[in-house]
């Protein structure tokens, strides 16, 4: 099964998909993760990735698309697997139509306050990944994370200007893919008054409708 998940930066696309990776068997791959990592590693792709994500703009179709594919062609992406961030222009859906085939696509609709809120002190663990937040969901103990100990980081692109610019350049490019999977009778939307849910909740909830589908 393929499960794409839609929504605006800090909707929770990451947080859902996590929990849903272990209760389906499915992996998770989230292209902003994929783009860290060669960000970090400084390959060439790296490099050339990094001034648009600083700048919080998107990563031209043909080089995602390129990581995308190096990622779905392993073994462990056979029975199918969950994008969280890709796809993110009507381009990019007709690229992964030639790869693969969507089966359902879960939409988060969270208001901008909320967004801005969540990302502007949102922290993230380097180790496993967790996310917490400086206001609303502290960790235990300040700065390390309560479930592996890991240390807990910032994203660089969690600042306000570029959080902004994230937030237009989804209403812009993204968005218009809401229309594109609800003409196609693939999109499934998830109410914005379950958003002060537990993860938990509101994955169990995404995992209702996808059995449903
Ligand atoms: P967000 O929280 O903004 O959804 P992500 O972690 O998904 O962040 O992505 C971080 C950055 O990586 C994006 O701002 C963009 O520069 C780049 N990126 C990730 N996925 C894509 C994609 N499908 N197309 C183009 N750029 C992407």
């Known amino acids: 099964m393929i499960i794409v998940f839609l929504g605006p930066p800090g909707s929770g696309k990451g947080t859902y998909a996590s929990i849903l990776t272990k209760k389906l068997g499915i992996p998770h791959i989230s292209t902003g993760?994929?783009?860290?990592?060669?960000?970090?590693?400084?390959?060439?792709l790296g490099k050339e990735a990094a001034e648009y994500v600083n700048r919080g703009e998107l990563i031209p179709d043909e080089k995602i698309l390129e990581i995308l594919k190096n990622r779905v062609l392993k073994p462990d992406c056979a029975k199918g697997f969950i994008l969280d961030g890709y796809p993110r222009t009507?381009?990019?859906?007709?690229?992964?139509?030639?790869?693969?085939?969507?089966?359902?696509?879960?939409?988060?609709?969270?208001?901008?306050?909320?967004?801005?809120?969540?990302?502007?002190?949102?922290?993230?663990?380097?180790?496993?990944?967790?996310i917490y937040n400086e206001k609303t969901l502290k960790p235990k103990k300040p700065g390390v994370c309560d479930i592996c100990g890991g240390p807990l980081y910032k994203r660089e692109d969690d600042e306000p200007e570029v959080i902004k610019e994230r937030l237009n350049v989804y209403r812009?490019?993204?968005?218009?893919?809401?229309?594109?999977?609800?003409?196609?009778?693939?999109?499934?939307?998830?109410?914005?008054?379950?958003?002060?849910?537990?993860?938990?909740?509101?994955?169990?909830?995404?995992?209702?409708?996808?059995?449903?589908?």
């Not at 993760?33 to 060439?44: F, M, N, Q, Y």
């Open 90 to 130: 009507v381009n990019q859906a007709e690229d992964l139509n030639k790869i693969a085939k969507v089966d359902i696509v879960v939409n988060l609709n969270v208001p901008d306050e909320v967004i801005i809120e969540r990302l502007a002190y949102r922290l993230i663990c380097r180790n496993c990944g967790a």
């Open 33 to 44: 993760d994929l783009v860290r990592d060669e960000i970090k590693a400084g390959t060439k």
């Open 172 to 213: 812009e490019k993204t968005q218009p893919l809401i229309d594109f999977y609800k003409k196609r009778g693939l999109l499934v939307e998830v109410k914005t008054e379950k958003f002060n849910a537990p993860p938990e909740e509101v994955a169990n909830e995404i995992l209702n409708l996808i059995n449903k589908k």
